[in-house]
């Protein structure tokens, strides 16, 4: 099956710093790639969306020059967190649409902690 | 219109039990419906998905029954196991528009007893 990774599982920085969290669809070529946020016992928030190769596309209320999204081949996808904060402290995960059916598999997720 | 409402928000079922875990959407430009399975510290699951031409999908244990007329699709879980116990969210995706995202629904947070 469609296998979606994502690294760092776990990060731990100081409020200030920058921290990256990588993406990659392993066994397929995604064209298109979402952010998502979540807070503990709470639904998923799209946060943005990347297509390869061009800039992302951003919901309403995300900073995109907080939260820095790069989706620089058809396997992967970057999010980078620009001096964080204690509340960007969350659980990110990212998504990868395969191809058709254009089944959309998420990432395991990364706990990101800013003290 | 893009909201897809989710109930209940938490589930007990006994172990051999059934599980039922509904949604309801407004935008009738939804037109592929898939259920996620999300265990704690872990990323959402694909669990099964239907698209609006069948009325029900069944997958093992797992069947989802879809009501194109009342705008409601729910998960069914049979014999329910305690390695089910985890949140489930149901979610609809929109024909139009270039980018598709998923719209979730609010989750279910199902345990079942052993």
Redesign the interface.
């Known amino acids: 099956g469609a296998v979606v990774s994502q690294h760092p599982s776990r990060v731990i920085c100081k409020s200030g710093t920058s921290v990256k969290i990588e993406c990659r669809s392993l066994d397929f070529q995604a064209t298109t790639m979402f952010w998502y946020r979540q807070f503990p016992k709470q639904s998923l928030m799209l946060m943005a969306t990347s297509n390869e190769g061009s800039k992302a596309t951003y919901e309403q209320g995300v900073e995109k020059d907080k939260f820095l999204i790069n989706h620089a081949s058809l396997t992967l996808s970057t999010l980078t967190v620009t001096s964080a904060h204690p509340e960007d402290s969350s659980f990110y995960i990212c998504s990868a649409r395969g191809p058709a059916p254009h089944e959309q598999y998420f990432g395991p997720g990364t706990r990101l902690t800013v003290t | 219109q893009q909201q897809v409402k989710q109930s209940p928000q938490s589930l007990i079922v006994q172990k051999g039990g059934i599980s039922i875990i509904n949604c309801a959407y407004e935008n009738t430009a939804f037109d592929?419906f898939?259920w996620?399975q999300q265990f704690p510290?872990?990323?959402?699951?694909?669990l099964i998905?239907i698209r609006p031409d069948v009325s029900e999908k069944k997958e093992g244990r797992f069947t989802i029954s879809f009501n194109k007329s009342a705008k409601q699709f729910s998960l069914h879980i049979m014999d329910s196991q305690p390695g089910d116990s985890a949140t489930y969210?149901c979610a609809a995706?929109s024909r139009l528009g270039s980018?598709?995202?998923?719209t979730?629904?609010?989750?279910t947070?199902l345990t079942v007893l052993p």
């Open positions: 592929y898939p996620y510290g872990k990323g959402p699951a694909l998905a969210f995706r980018a598709r995202q998923l979730f629904g609010s989750g947070q």
